[in-house]
């Protein structure tokens, strides 16, 4: 499996291990990666994907086990990407955690991967996007993509998953309410986890204050109740999935959703793509143009333009 | 103040007016922001840089505040970056809430801004380098840079402040130290704050063990305990962030620094100059790609390359 013409039977066939190795390929930018895509790209647009986001300690992972747990139950084959933007030195450690917790037992239809690589250029955001693509040629049913739900790459992450549910949890201090500010926005499905936990109608109650105060929505998120830990509530929260999923379906929404993807994409391709060039053109002169700058004898913006100019 | 060359003086002069629109021309690539730059740039190197990093409710704003005073004390001017990548829709926030809660009075001698921006292309980190020069060029002696501490922007701003400080208290979850496992590596002091909760030994206790797994450093970052709320030993960590200081400017460690941000600046503005002379060619094409790409006729690297060599 060298080459992509020999990863790509094993990886629609949706082995594991040629879909470690493709995602790999995507992460590092290997030579063949760039046809893999080519080949595996019209294949894409099966899989629903579910995001699944929350502050430490909301229970994610707990809720993403017991909905592919469930899932498994109906026979659909799942993908768990475990998004970790702050772990950009120690990356795979929540992997490597839920091996030694054993949560999930080996099993072929489900794969997880953990995705706390870093990357140059909106690098997570765009690695997530290719393990998702990747497990959607992988004939993969759903793909649930589990996010700490902070920064500007997770932002992007979940902005292009079909259903995004944001995980909230009665009692969490104010500061922790305030760190999903950037999040709520893009919430299709609020999920009130620990529902037996003092506090839950209070957490209801500044949801819909929240939203009376937002600008009314062509589809309106519900707030499920949910016990992850104890399985409670999880098949009606399937059933809030699917609903928005087939209200997706329906009201155009894919498309545009696939329409983001696709410009996500291709904004950050082009800027890695344009950016590799230019260097390649300046060679050697870069090094001596980042001293000229950190000396203050050169502007950066004077530094850029002899680059693309030069 | 329609120019570079009307802004710059009162720029220089510290007017906190200028100051503010010279930051927003750079947020928004104003067409003159090019030419500021150019012009302040010589100017730079003079201002003591401090990263102040925690998770959510460790006490940020309160240390900042108190460090603020102090040094105001001293008759410094203190410029104050609240860095939120966790509010990408609702930019901001933390500003109005400070404002409200008016922790600091009025006082020509701290300028604070918070930095919420959502931008193209590593957009937070930039926003706020540029707004470090802006502060450092106008004569504040000090800047404060208050992060969440998560996330890749972030991460790339606290690795170019001078020193370093992550805040811990005593008693949080195992969830919310993992948060910090990236940051960790680029501490210079650790802040134990909250030190009269239970806990802050075992705390102590955990970063001893932490760095004695770790390689030596060449600087070995002290844990100082900290009641930023009643002020106690914040004199402390000030005059261990001035060790900090003397040993950087001993060590060659602050031209290592401005060699790390000159690259990360030169960087991003090439990946930003690129794309845009990249699309600006491509013109209307670009939509048409962008839908084919969505609608899976064309991969995204083909369409790449249909701009680059078109």
Chains 1, 2 share one sequence.
Not at 32 to 55: C, D, H, N, S, Y
Not at 86 to 111: H, K, N, V, Y
Request: one cysteine or more; glycine letters at 10%; aromatic letters at 4%.
């Amino acid at each position: 499996m060298d080459t992509a013409d020999e990863l790509l039977g094993p990886l629609l066939d949706g082995h594991a291990r040629a879909l470690a190795r493709a995602i790999s390929w995507m992460e590092n930018g290997h030579p063949e990666a760039r046809k893999l895509m080519a080949q595996f790209w019209p294949r894409l647009g099966r899989a629903a994907v579910i995001g699944l986001t929350g502050a430490p300690g909301a229970g994610k992972s707990t809720l993403t086990d017991q909905l592919a747990r469930l899932l498994r139950s109906e026979g659909q084959r799942v993908g768990i990407l475990a998004v970790d933007p702050t772990s950009p030195f120690s990356g795979g450690a929540i992997l490597g955690d839920r091996i030694r917790m054993g949560r999930i037992a080996p099993d072929p239809g489900i794969f997880i991967r953990s995705m706390a690589t870093r990357g140059a250029l909106g690098g997570l955001a765009r690695a997530t996007q290719d393990a998702i693509d990747l497990l959607d040629a992988a004939g993969f049913d759903t793909i649930i993509v589990e996010t700490v739900g902070v920064g500007q790459d997770e932002v992007d992450v979940v902005s292009c998953v079909h259903t995004c549910c944001v995980l909230l949890v009665p009692g969490l201090g104010d500061d922790i309410q305030a760190i999903k500010a950037g999040i709520m926005e893009v919430a299709d499905i609020f999920v009130i986890n620990k529902a037996d936990r003092d506090g839950v109608e209070q957490v209801e109650q500044e949801l819909e204050a929240m939203k009376s105060l937002s600008p009314p929505k062509a589809w309106d998120p519900p707030a499920c109740r949910v016990m992850a830990f104890q399985g409670t509530g999880v098949r009606e929260l399937l059933a809030a999935i699917r609903e928005h999923g087939a209200w997706l379906r329906g009201s155009g929404g894919l498309e545009r959703k696939a329409r983001d993807r696709a410009r996500l994409r291709f904004d950050s391709l082009l800027a890695e793509a344009s950016v590799r060039r230019a260097k390649a053109r300046a060679g050697d002169r870069i090094e001596a143009l980042i001293d000229a700058i950190a000396k203050r004898e050169l502007d950066p913006y004077a530094a850029v333009e002899q680059v693309l100019t030069g």
